[in-house]
């Protein structure tokens, strides 16, 4: 069972950053794939990012946050970050943390095994 807890959102202006870390429980935090989603009011949740097990080392954005996003991880830290730059109003959502044990990146939520509870993170205009 990995547990995983977000931090870091809240309320910024257009054009600002934030960054969002997720931290995990667990001693094999390096073996997993770790994703970052989000989901809007009314909206499905999408994904915005990935980092591969570290073996890997791969990362994968959606086409909206290319550019703007980047992610990163820690394992001594058992912690991945969502470092968000050049926010846009339309980046509003609950950014949820993801981790994947099975091989690969993924953008498909369904292949995620653990989620954290999410963190708002609310961009005015």
């Known amino acids: 069972q990995v547990q995983l807890v977000e931090s870091g959102g809240g309320l910024v202006q257009a054009g600002g950053s934030l960054r969002l870390s997720c931290a995990a429980s667990g001693r094999t935090f390096s073996s997993y794939t770790m994703g970052w989603f989000r989901q809007a009011p009314g909206k499905e949740r999408e994904f915005v990012a990935a980092f591969s097990r570290s073996a890997v080392a791969s990362t994968a954005f959606a086409n909206s946050v290319k550019g703007r996003f980047t992610i990163s991880r820690d394992n001594a830290k058992n912690t991945v970050y969502l470092q968000m730059n050049t926010l846009k109003p339309e980046d509003t959502a609950v950014y949820y943390c993801?981790?994947?044990?099975?091989?690969?990146?993924?953008?498909?939520?369904?292949?995620?095994?653990?989620w954290g509870q999410g963190t708002q993170v609310t961009v005015s205009s």
């Open positions: 993801a981790a994947r044990m099975a091989y690969g990146i993924s953008q498909n939520l369904l292949d995620y095994d653990y």
